[in-house]
């Protein structure tokens, strides 16, 4: 079965501190793909990233950076100087890649604090 | 105006009422879905659809059933709600395909007393 593990509950950081969000996954799939989102304090949900994997290329997008490790079934999210509108709920998630459902299966989350 | 809206975005309502939340997208998406997030469970999927004619029930279906009126309309009714039920809704939609990537409404918050 198909699995997002999120073990941090909630991360409190001071501005400008880099912190790593965890996510681990299980799935029996060969193909595959990983995300993340963010829901602000506002509740929408944002998406931030999409793998697939076949991909294990980090990948950064400004002060975001995504870790991807096949052999640790891990999809690690870091934020570099971290700022208090980086403070969200944060969700990883995993989708069966050849399956028809398109369906997500989401971690429980972790809320991150950044405190000015 | 955002590609997938949900009305109503905020509701209070008694137990043993009958609710529908409402979704409507402008994607031109074929799928979509329902889902109900609670604290610290993250997000769960109550039902999703390929198409008008195909509804399937995700993992949390009981208590809930859902209408395609339309390929651009998937809506949520709780025949008769119950506290528990009091949650954080979200539609969704995808393209059909392979990369799973969905697109969220801003979410329903339905509280039953």
């Known amino acids: 079965a198909q699995k997002v593990t999120q073990a941090q509950t909630e991360i409190s950081v001071v501005e400008k501190e880099d912190v790593t969000l965890d996510c681990v996954y299980e799935?029996?799939?060969?193909?595959?793909?990983l995300f993340w989102y963010k829901q602000p304090p506002s509740g929408e949900l944002v998406f931030l990233i999409r793998?697939?994997?076949?991909?294990?290329q980090n990948e950064i997008s400004g002060r975001y950076s995504w870790n991807f490790q096949k052999s640790t079934s891990s999809f690690n999210f870091t934020i570099t100087a971290s700022q208090v509108v980086d403070s969200a709920v944060y969700f990883c998630?995993?989708?069966?890649?050849?399956?028809?459902?398109?369906?997500?299966?989401f971690g429980t989350g972790t809320l991150l604090a950044v405190q000015p | 105006d955002a590609d997938v809206t949900q009305t109503p975005r905020n509701r209070i309502t008694k137990t043993g009422k009958r609710i529908m939340l409402e979704c409507s997208q402008t994607?031109?998406?074929?799928?979509m879905y329902w889902y109900r997030q609670d604290p610290g469970l993250g997000l769960q999927l109550i039902y999703y659809?390929?198409?008008?004619?195909?509804?399937n029930k995700g993992e949390i279906s009981d208590g809930y059933s859902v209408s395609r009126q339309a390929q651009a309309k998937f809506s949520l009714s709780l025949e008769s709600a119950i506290p528990n039920q009091t949650a954080l809704y979200f539609c969704?939609?995808?393209?059909?395909?392979?990369?799973?990537?969905?697109?969220f409404g801003e979410g329903s918050r339905l509280t039953v007393l």
């Open positions: 969704a939609t995808s393209q059909a395909g392979n990369t799973g990537e969905l697109f």
């Open positions: 799935t029996r799939d060969t193909t595959y793909y």
């Open positions: 793998r697939n994997s076949f991909d294990e």
């Open positions: 998630a995993l989708s069966e890649a050849w399956g028809a459902t398109n369906k997500l299966i």
């Open positions: 994607k031109g998406h074929d799928r």
């Open positions: 659809s390929f198409d008008v004619k195909d509804i």
